[in-house]
């Protein structure tokens, strides 16, 4: 019987990578032609830039909004839902020639990103409670996968068919395939515990989450890491251009081995915790000392070129396990409110990632893009605090709860 669990869930962590590889793929596509809809939509660069705005803007709003949602309605049906929109919204996208109708389409685009994340992080804590942040690296590579891929898209479809709105057809014709496929798996709908489990949970009732230290401390843990990332992310082709003094087309194969170095260094990961050779927490310590010291020498080697690009791809290596570890240790840390605790882990990410960027923009303006690119690397190493508090508070619970009770192995309730 587990051993059909396990091929069972198996396949379904496959379907959900495909599903989350197509969502990256998507996602990357109207930033990648954003110059086009711009001539779509007779606006000026100024006025295009509000459409990431807008489309983060989204992301937010849609955490709080998929974190009551999915109280009521099953993450499966959440998931198929913000695929299915998102494929159809990608079309308007493309298609509109009016501004403030594009303005509308990628604010709600990036509602359906958040209905997705939330949706996505529920269902993984429920099929693999016990190896969540091994999972959750895996996931998320796939994303990385697809974000690569997303650009790739474009250029073939301009190259051999002249003409871009094959891609985007392409995109939501794979989107609606992967909503398909998600609904024919039959997924938890809960996790059903051992009497000894239910026992010690009411043995060790814990305080509402919003009052819980650990929960707050992850939470801060997520706003700095994802706010140096989106440093980075948005910063690094500018910068590099600048401090090279190459062009920007020169300098933008930067962003693509930054987005390398994410999906390499969930993937290593994924192998080094599944051979069991570093505990998630020891490499959560080691991939933000890693970033802060990659970030730092990619701060002071951006006059070369090759040595920017090379540094990029570092930190882009040490930073991708950082954001699925944090992920799953407060996923499994909160089973008992798995929606508030993902909602508000997405929501401090999201914020962090509107904030960051326009203080390093400031910073390149006032101080330099040396100075503005340490920011981000000093950030991550600032990281490490609340990583070590949160460490020591969860060892002294642990002496304080014991050792009683054997971890068995997680069952399901399934939804087909």
């Known amino acids: 019987m587990q051993h059909t669990h396990s091929i069972q869930n198996k396949i379904i962590l496959a379907v959900l990578c495909i599903a989350y590889g197509i969502t990256g793929i998507m996602a990357l596509l109207p930033g990648t032609t954003l110059l086009l809809l711009a001539d779509h939509t007779h606006a000026t660069l100024e006025m295009i830039s509000f459409v990431i705005t807008s489309s983060s803007i989204g992301m937010a709003c849609g955490v709080f909004l998929a974190g009551q949602l999915s109280r009521k309605i099953p993450p499966k049906y959440l998931l198929m839902f913000a695929l299915t929109m998102g494929a159809f919204i990608l079309q308007g996208i493309f298609w509109t020639r009016s501004y403030w109708i594009l303005l509308f389409a990628e604010f709600f685009f990036g509602i359906t990103f958040a209905f997705s994340d939330l949706s996505l992080n529920v269902l993984m804590s429920r099929l693999f409670p016990r190896t969540l942040g091994r999972e959750l690296n895996l996931l998320h590579s796939s994303f990385g996968v697809g974000a690569l891929l997303g650009p790739l898209l474009i250029t073939l479809s301009f190259a051999l068919l002249h003409d871009v709105s094959w891609a985007y057809a392409l995109a939501s014709v794979l989107t609606l395939g992967a909503a398909l496929l998600v609904a ?27 009052g819980q230290l650990a929960f707050w401390l992850l939470v801060v843990q997520v706003f700095l890491y994802a706010g140096a ?50 505990t998630e927490q020891k490499l959560l310590v080691l991939m933000l000392l890693g970033a802060g010291a990659s970030g730092l020498g990619l701060a002071f080697s951006m006059r ?113």
């Open 184 to 210: 024919v798996q039959p997924v938890p709908i809960r996790s059903s515990q051992s009497t000894a489990e239910v026992q010690a949970v009411k043995n060790t009732r814990k305080p509402h989450l919003f």
């Open 229 to 278: 990332e989106g440093g980075f992310g948005n910063w690094i082709v500018t910068v590099l251009s600048q401090s090279a003094h190459v062009q920007m087309a020169v300098a933008a194969p930067a962003a693509s081995l930054l987005w390398l170095g994410l999906t390499l260094g969930r993937l290593l990961s994924t192998q080094l915790m599944r051979k069991m050779w570093v």
């Open 304 to 416: 070369s070129l090759w040595l920017g690009f090379i540094t990029t791809l570092l930190t882009g290596i040490f930073l991708g396990p950082i954001y699925p570890i944090i992920m799953a240790t407060a996923l499994r840390r909160f089973t008992h409110a798995l929606s508030t605790a993902s909602s508000s882990m997405l929501f401090s990410a999201r914020a962090s990632g509107l904030v960051f960027p326009i203080l390093i923009g400031t910073l390149i303006t006032n101080v330099g893009v040396t100075w503005a690119m340490i920011f981000p690397a000093a950030t991550l190493l600032v990281t490490l605090l609340p990583v070590f508090i949160a460490q020591r508070e969860q060892t002294l619970q642990s002496n304080v709860v014991g050792h009683t009770i054997q971890e068995p192995e997680a069952t399901h309730t399934l939804i087909s």
